[in-house]
């Protein structure tokens, strides 16, 4: 089964600088997902960024970009110049391309959290 | 476009209690799908559906059960509330399997 890890519970940063927040998955599948998603107070989940196991490139929005390093089995999100809006709880996600059976229904799954603060 | 609707908000059950969390999208996505998220916790599955008529046990069904009669509606229904059932609930949708979900603001069940 696959396994999603973030190792750190708790982040800080300063405003305007820059912060990486970890994560490490483990499976035996070579296609696959991995997704950021931010969950402030309110509760709601967006999706911050996503990446394609099968693309080398690193994939960036905007302030936010990930360093994917498919042979480590790890997926770390930076956040540069990072605002006080960037405050809240940040998900990493595993998504399989195919289940054992050969089909895939999209199961996300997620890892225990990083709760970034934001220091102005 | 509304997205991903959940009622209700906030709902506070007593032990033994049943009662059904709705869900609803206007993307007419055939993908939908039923996290809950305990205290400090990503979500876990419950269950999923791939189409009308068409649902699956995700990691974590016992004790719900959920229905597919239209695309737009997926319901989640718990029979016989118990503690181990506080949590937040999350319904989601997505067109495809290899595109994005979309999540509803969440239900948040305590019960006691």
């Known amino acids: 089964a696959q396994t999603v890890t973030q190792s750190q519970p708790e982040m800080s940063v300063q405003e305007a600088e820059t912060v990486t927040l970890s994560c490490t998955y483990d499976t035996s599948e070579s296609d696959y997902y991995l997704f950021w998603y931010k969950q402030p107070p309110s509760r709601q989940m967006i999706l911050v960024i996503r990446?394609?196991?099968?693309?080398?490139q690193n994939a960036t929005e905007n302030r936010f970009s990930v360093n994917f390093q498919k042979a480590a089995k790890s997926f770390s999100l930076k956040i540069s110049d990072s605002q006080l809006g960037d405050a809240a709880m940040y998900f990493c996600a595993y998504r399989a391309w195919k289940n054992a059976g050969g089909t895939s229904y999209g199961k996300l799954t997620f890892g225990q959290g990083t709760i970034l603060t934001v220091h102005p | 476009n509304a997205g991903v609707t959940q009622t209700p908000k906030f709902r506070i059950l007593k032990i033994g209690q049943s009662m059904t969390l709705q869900c609803a999208q206007d993307m007419n996505h055939n993908y939908m799908y039923w996290y809950r998220q305990d205290p400090g916790m990503g979500l876990k599955l419950i269950y999923y559906s791939v189409g009308a008529g068409i649902t699956d046990k995700g990691e974590v069904p016992n004790g719900y059960n959920v229905s597919r009669s239209t695309t737009e509606d997926f319901p989640l229904r718990l029979e016989l509330a118990a503690p181990s059932q506080t949590s937040v609930y999350f319904c989601?949708?997505?067109?495809?399997?290899?595109?994005?979900?979309?999540f509803g603001p969440g239900t948040r069940l305590t019960v006691l």
């Open positions: 989601a949708s997505s067109s495809g399997l290899s595109n994005e979900q979309f």
């Open positions: 990446q394609e196991a099968y693309k080398q």
